[in-house]
């Protein structure tokens, strides 16, 4: 084989491996959102997208996978009791169709009760569903010193109230020193697999006409 056809052979090498390997296609859109969807993002630091490019984070990553709306109701260093006091005024001023809530780290890092951050997550959870929106919610991990799990109250919300839970991204993310800037806040590579990972968790859940 002469040295043409071997650079010929590598530039389709390269060409095939980039195309892909291109994460943007992890989530394949199977079920689009109605263009006028609105998503809001509810939750703390994690949310809100900690010294990360505004671009990075996991709602503006996620706004650009479902091609709709997604707000960022993120704030650094909100407890859940802040949380649930803070929700009602965002459910009524922005009347998103879809919640993701990604709260309880800061009350799992101030060791706060976690039985009282089940209830008021429980609770933001029940204020949604009154005004018929579809929630989605995320586990966040504990702080163990040898890993990070999902916290099992995460669990036990998801299995009470029958709601879809995302209780893996995260938890990969902050077992990974490539994925996250220090131990509690992901990098932007890290933002990407938790908003592919909402994407198709939403899109396999939510249905436009749905009512509780």
């Known amino acids: 084989m002469n040295i043409v056809k071997l650079l010929f052979l590598a530039i389709i090498v390269i060409f095939a491996f980039n195309f892909f390997d291109n994460s943007d296609e992890e ?3 199977a079920i689009m959102l109605p263009l006028d969807t609105k998503v809001l993002a509810f939750g703390d630091s994690i949310t809100y ?3 990360v490019e505004t671009k990075k984070n996991y709602p503006s990553q996620l706004a650009k996978l479902l091609q709709t709306n997604v707000i ?3 704030i650094n260093g909100e407890t859940t009791s802040e949380g649930l006091r803070r929700l009602p005024g965002l459910l009524e001023k922005y009347k998103p169709q879809i919640l993701i809530i990604c709260h309880g780290g800061n009350d799992i890092i101030r060791h706060k009760s976690l039985k009282k951050a089940k209830e008021n997550i429980k609770q933001m959870i029940e204020l949604a569903r009154k005004k018929n929106i579809h929630v989605v919610l995320v586990g966040v991990p504990t702080m163990e010193i040898l ?4 916290a099992q109250i995460y669990f036990d919300i998801a299995n009470e109230l029958n709601v ?5 991204a995260l938890e990969t993310i902050l077992n990974d020193d490539y994925l996250k800037i220090d131990e509690i806040h ?6 990407k697999i938790l908003a592919n990972s909402l ?3 939403i899109t396999t859940t939510y249905l436009p006409s749905e009512t509780f």
Do not use: H
Not at 164 to 168: N, Q
Not at 186 to 191: I, L, S
């Open 164 to 168: 879809p839970l995302e209780d893996s």
């Open 186 to 191: 992901p990098n932007g590579r890290g933002y």
């Open 199 to 201: 994407a198709n968790l």
């Open 27 to 29: 989530f394949d859109g």
């Open 49 to 51: 997208g900690y010294n």
């Open 147 to 150: 890993s990070r799990s999902t």
């Open 72 to 74: 960022n109701a993120g």
